[in-house]
């Protein structure tokens, strides 16, 4: 028997440390964990148990959280969700966190004690030779222009400051104000507005200059192939944990220069 | 029922013998043994090696260059058989039909690479054979240290020599 992470509902199985890996890299975003979606804290649970912690790495490309308030806030509920990264962690699988907009309060603290590196938005990484950009995805959504005004203000260190300082409660109710608001407006755009700009989409490409962009935020799970600049490229959306979960596995290729790649639902 | 052709791949670390599968894979089964016939592999190596993955050769020569080639097949991954540990499949590149002499040896239960679907990313690798004496030569190799040579990742950085493909049933 090998020992085991446990809470009161859930196992992590801790296998033998020499177990090979799968060898896939997987990515997910937007889960929205919250108390308030106890099913899909079970479901990542099974996720990190059955995939994850076979895996070469994980990257989580923002909206993790519904929401993060700070290292202050006990998060209770989200219990299980600390024992994964744990279990991932004795597994030696690198976790890298990019946050989202509802999460982007994640820092030093919260790394340490999830063991995860955080990575910036947008990160580009090498996959098999090929140049991958990473992005969360709502810097894409230019039409958007209320929310990037909105997130051009809490993105300052002075508001960020301001937040921190206040009390948990205090912190509490912004919180619960903003997501009331971010409902109101969500059910009141177009779904053009709510999803990518192609030109920023085009300019994203060109300006990094490479072949492959992977990120979430609209939860619109997609592969869309383009030729940009006479050049093809590949821009794989992420899925969303509303009903079910949503990830990217990618395997290394016996073709050079290239990766296998498949975006599935995790049930 | 005749029995299927074995050969034997003689390298720097140790001799590799493969069972075939022309009945599952002519195309890809006929190839091969073309090569085998011209002597092509003499000399070239495995020129990619990945723990955990794979041991791809048979292309490139101990100074990094391809070798030239016949014309490139037509792909036989949907034939059933399955990339498992110590089977034997064709190297190419992202277009399906661009198989020529490269193979690789499965270090693991590589399931990804299956044939799921004619599209580019769903045709998989074509298995056509397997390694049935000296699967602990190809584990040897692909736990050697490798490098970065003439813009390849995850060469030997002592080359792994083939010295002869000769076909011995």
Redesign the interface.
Known sequence: MYPSIQSSSIKYQLLNKTA??S??ILFISDLHLSPDRPAIIKLFSQFVNQRAVHAQALYILGDFFEYWLGNDDPAEGLEEVFLAFDALKYHNVPVYFMHGNRDFLVDSEFSKRTHCQIIPDPTKINI??TKVLLMHGDSLCTDDIDYQEFKKTVRTEKWKNEFASKSLTERQNIVHSLRETSKTETSQKSNEIMDVNQNAVNETFTTHTLGWLIHGHTHRPGIHHYTINNQSATRIVLGDWHDHGSIL?I??????N?F???LEKFI | MSENTKVKIETSMGDIELELYPDKAPITVENFLTYVKDDFFTNTIFH?V?P???I?GGGMLEDMSQKETRDAIKIEADNGLSNDRGTV?M????IPDSATAQF?INA?D?T??NHTAPTD?GWG?CVFGKVTEGLDVADKIISVPTTVKAG??DVPVDPIIINKVSIIE
Request: no cysteine; proline share 5%; hydrophobic share 25%.
């Open positions: 090979p890996t060898g896939e098999n030779n596995s395997h290394n290729s016996p073709s050079e290239s296998i790649y498949k | 990619r990945i955990n993955f794979m791809q499949a190297a190419r590149t992202m690789f693991k590589n990804f690479l990313q690798y390849h990742s």
